[in-house]
């Protein structure tokens, strides 16, 4: 009997635990971070992950829960050829989501369809303001990015694949 209760109070702990760890994902769900400061919370959240693994791994012998440890560890620990790719430096091929836009100019362009940098700066300021949503204010802020970057709307594609070429990282 007391090793059933000690088995229901380690559930209950482990169950806490990976509440806490879900809540503090959740919350930072859509949160724009530096690239070091979002490194930083994955980091944490899998050391806290491999914590839980490590001391309830044998508390939660022979429960539902012990899978669930363990998915959850997986989650955390991909190997690495679950990790994805890291993104090419070029800037033509950074993935737009990845872009720290304000909210608006995000949502305009995945409504836009419009998954890369190259294929942002080859749009036109009259096709992306046809768009669905997509006003002046998301116009100039997208174009003054793009200017930091070196690129403008409305490349043609001899413009990219020079700026491509000389591009040095």
């Given at each position: 009997?007391?090793?059933?209760?000690?088995?229901l109070q380690a559930?209950?702990?482990?169950?806490?635990?990976?509440?806490?760890?879900?809540?503090?994902?959740?919350?930072?769900?859509?949160?724009?971070?530096?690239?070091?400061?979002?490194?930083?919370?994955?980091?944490?959240?899998?050391?806290?992950?491999?914590?839980?693994?490590?001391?309830?791994?044998?508390?939660?012998?022979?429960?539902?829960?012990?899978?669930?440890?363990?998915?959850?560890?997986?989650?955390?620990?991909?190997?690495?050829?679950?990790?994805?790719?890291?993104?090419?430096?070029?800037?033509?091929?950074?993935?737009?989501?990845?872009?720290?836009?304000?909210?608006?100019?995000?949502?305009?362009?995945?409504?836009?369809?419009?998954r890369t940098i190259?294929?942002?700066?080859?749009?036109?300021?009259?096709?992306?303001?046809?768009?669905k949503n997509f006003?002046?204010?998301?116009?100039?802020?997208?174009?003054?990015?793009?200017?930091?970057?070196?690129?403008?709307?409305?490349?043609?594609?001899?413009?990219?694949?020079?700026?491509?070429?000389?591009?040095?990282?």
């Amino acid at each position: 009997m007391a090793s059933d209760y000690g088995k229901l109070q380690a559930i209950g702990e482990f169950l806490s635990a990976v509440n806490g760890i879900r809540s503090l994902e959740h919350a930072m769900h859509g949160v724009k971070l530096e690239e070091e400061t979002r490194q930083l919370h994955d980091s944490l959240l899998r050391d806290r992950v491999n914590q839980l693994y490590e001391n309830y791994s044998k508390r939660l012998e022979g429960t539902p829960e012990l899978g669930y440890l363990k998915l959850l560890r997986k989650e955390y620990n991909p190997t690495k050829a679950e990790v994805p790719k890291p993104q090419t430096q070029n800037p033509l091929d950074y993935i737009v989501e990845k872009k720290d836009w304000s909210l608006r100019a995000e949502n305009s362009l995945q409504l836009g369809n419009i998954r890369t940098i190259g294929e942002l700066a080859r749009k036109t300021e009259q096709e992306l303001l046809k768009s669905k949503n997509f006003g002046r204010k998301t116009l100039n802020e997208i174009k003054e990015i793009l200017k930091d970057m070196g690129l403008h709307l409305g490349m043609s594609q001899d413009e990219l694949e020079r700026y491509r070429r000389e591009y040095r990282g």
